[in-house]
Nanobody, 123 residues
Framework: VQLVESGGGLVQAGGSLRLSCAASLRSFSLIMGWFRQAPGKEREFLGGISWSSGNVRYADDVKGRFTISRDNAKDSVYLQMNSLKPEDTGVYYC??????????????????WGQGTQVTVSS
């Protein structure tokens, strides 16, 4: 599975960005996740979506600000980020796994990764 991300950049606090991730595989078992890695910190789960059901799951600190969606026709998932804060700065990754056990929250549950895209939120 190849994952290609786009959409990162520099934005002021309070602004919005939308990240895209195009996948080379379509499967009913596909789970897509979004992660963030800030400098000097572990890669953390932001949210994920089930390709078949469309069910989504979010980390607590992004609920209400970030929205994950998918476009089946384009084999793509999106991360819409609103009300961005300086602490949202980091490299954002999309990830994928073929799984029937739901949306995992650990990076070790995902087998495929995009190249990452930098998001910088200025204060």
């Amino acid at each position: 599975v190849q994952l290609v991300e786009s959409g990162g950049g520099l934005v002021q606090a309070g602004g919005s960005l939308r990240l895209s991730c195009a996948a080379s595989l379509r499967s009913f078992s596909l789970i897509m996740g979004w992660f963030r890695q800030a400098p000097g910190k572990e890669r953390e789960f932001l949210g994920g979506i089930s390709w078949s059901s469309g069910n989504v799951r979010y980390a607590d600190d992004v609920k209400g600000r970030f929205t994950i969606s998918r476009d089946n026709a384009k084999d793509s998932v999106y991360l819409q980020m609103n009300s961005l804060k300086p602490e949202d700065t980091g490299v954002y990754y999309c990830a994928a796994v073929l799984s029937d056990t739901g949306i995992g929250t650990s990076r070790y549950e995902y087998d495929y990764w995009g190249q990452g895209t930098q998001v910088t939120v200025s204060s």
